[in-house]
């Protein structure tokens, strides 16, 4: 026979604590509406811990006819150092406004298909980063309870709030910055592995808007991440007296090709990265790079809380991902 | 006045079908007990989605007396390429096993604590990294219906399965191909940032004990991540001859301050690094690395799916973790 431990009520706790099935609730679920003496909480608190009792969160969103659940599509791609501590920050701030966020795989789901799956979850608010979700999507998840759903992403979904990050910024200081240093025949890498396009689009576009009309021009150099793709690359060379190379690896990689081909950087080429990694630091030419600072945590943490307690009010936009050129020794 | 949208329900659903409520539910909720008709199950599926109806998964769960949500701390620190695959394998296997793989934040939270937070999801089972549980946390997870508690870390834990993640190979393999370079006097970093000391103390543990008798030495490096403290290490350096890096990062970082006061790699100190990542490549000279095979995630699924059947069952142990020795330039 399986044995299976018996599950602890909150019958039980009420029981230990000497008080009213109701009070347990009130306590465990932090419920305002009721005055409860201190007492009283520590002692529901000792007892449901010496019992091993957890209150259930479904049933208490079943209860409540909404859940304190903040759904956050898991990235699927390796996440740097920057947006794991920006993702840190936003479940730290949430957990301090008492929501729950709970990080949900999508991987092989399409669009809409996601947000459908997100939506059994039933929760009161969704953060879609990237470009996760469509209007439809955003209309499933609202109908299934949702009172919110943000987007970070290029671009605004209707019906969604939006952090409009604003990658352009980081094309457009790129080139400037290289125009700037005198370069004339700008290079700009698209990555071609899946899931970057989100990033690397705006990105040129930017670089290309920054230099319009100057009579440089700017061109999209397709690079995968590969030692090889990056030798073939240096291998037939566009004569390119300058790269922004999508970011701080993707330079890497690349500098390393043109050096061991007996490019000089920055005098043949000069190459800028993005991110402000470590590692750009560390090589020689020590790399220049676009430093991009995330819009905070606590910030996005109370637009999620404004939009949950005012469901029916306008969608916020906001512009968020600041830019700013360190100059090193690449360029 | 706030306008919230309708929420549809499986009676609107089953009224545009033209079947019964139980019909709705047991085509949605992937019932098997029910033989229902291809032509009935699309039926449903389109009025659902028409109306943009999803089932509830609390709901679900609560009648089930169970749920399919496998929880997954999410990790808070930045995953590498390598974790991240893994993780995307591990959801992939477990959706077509038809669980939900739900990732859950607890940053901040202590051991227990984390614990009781993630019974409040009631999952079926948990995927533990690190050495984030202990055995009063599976025991509140059990009581609170877990079926499974898996571990994926260096050592067991008391009522869970366990994925041991073999970190001390890792240090042998480094270490015991250093002393066939011929080295002796042999420093191993130990990172200084919190959170990495569950794969650093074993690490320096089995490169100890792979040269153990040997008459070389073995000694423990720490270091932070930034440049001034590989500065500073380099300034003092306790005269080795070959360093075990911890891993590619830092042995990047490591590598440039030697480089930088004069000294030569492997000549005067050999580097090794550990996860084979794209940079050590592109090192000059080229990084020689510890290449780290995680489980695979279908392995992983199975064994969550074993123990949700079969919970009364003897815990698996299991060691995982291939590692072997890509000898490039450094030493």
């Given at each position: ?56 969160a479904a049933a208490r969103s079943l209860r409540a006819g909404h859940s304190r ?263």
């Amino acid at each position: 026979m399986v044995q299976i431990p018996n599950t602890p009520t909150s019958a039980d706790v009420a029981r230990l604590a000497g008080v009213s099935r109701a009070t347990v609730s009130y306590v465990l679920n932090k419920t305002d509406a009721v005055r409860i003496s201190d007492a009283t909480r520590r002692r529901v608190h000792e007892a449901a811990r010496e019992l091993g009792y957890v209150p259930h969160a479904a049933a208490r969103s079943l209860r409540a006819g909404h859940s304190r659940t903040v759904l956050m599509p898991a990235p699927a791609i390796p996440v740097g150092p920057l947006y794991s501590a920006f993702l840190n920050e936003v479940q730290g701030a949430l957990g301090r406004l008492d929501y729950t966020v709970v990080q949900y795989g999508s991987v092989g789901l399409q669009c809409d298909d996601a947000a459908r799956a997100w939506a059994e979850l039933r929760p009161v608010a969704v953060l879609v980063p990237g470009t996760g979700i469509g209007p439809r999507g955003v209309a499933v998840l609202k109908r299934s309870g949702a009172r919110a759903v943000v987007t970070l992403g290029p671009e605004r979904v209707e019906g969604a709030h939006a952090l409009l990050m604003d990658h352009d910024a980081v094309g457009r200081c790129a080139a400037a910055h290289l125009y700037e240093r005198g370069r004339r025949r700008i290079g700009v890498v698209v990555p071609e592995e899946p899931g970057l396009e989100v990033y690397s689009r705006p990105r040129l576009a930017g670089a290309r808007q920054a230099l319009r009309g100057t009579g440089a021009s700017v061109i999209g150099v397709p690079l995968a991440y590969t030692e090889r793709a990056a030798a073939e690359l240096v291998a037939n060379w566009p004569e390119l007296d300058a790269v922004f190379a999508y970011n701080d690896e993707y330079a890497m990689l690349l500098m390393r090709a043109l050096q061991d081909t007996g490019r000089r950087i920055p005098e043949d080429v000069a190459v800028i990265g993005a991110d402000d990694l470590m590692l750009g630091r560390l090589l020689r030419p020590r790399l220049s790079t676009v430093r991009i600072e995330l819009p905070s945590g606590r910030a996005l943490a109370a637009l999620v809380d404004r939009a949950v307690r005012d469901p029916g009010g306008e969608p916020e936009v906001h512009r968020v991902l600041g830019s700013s050129v360190v100059r090193r020794e690449s360029t």
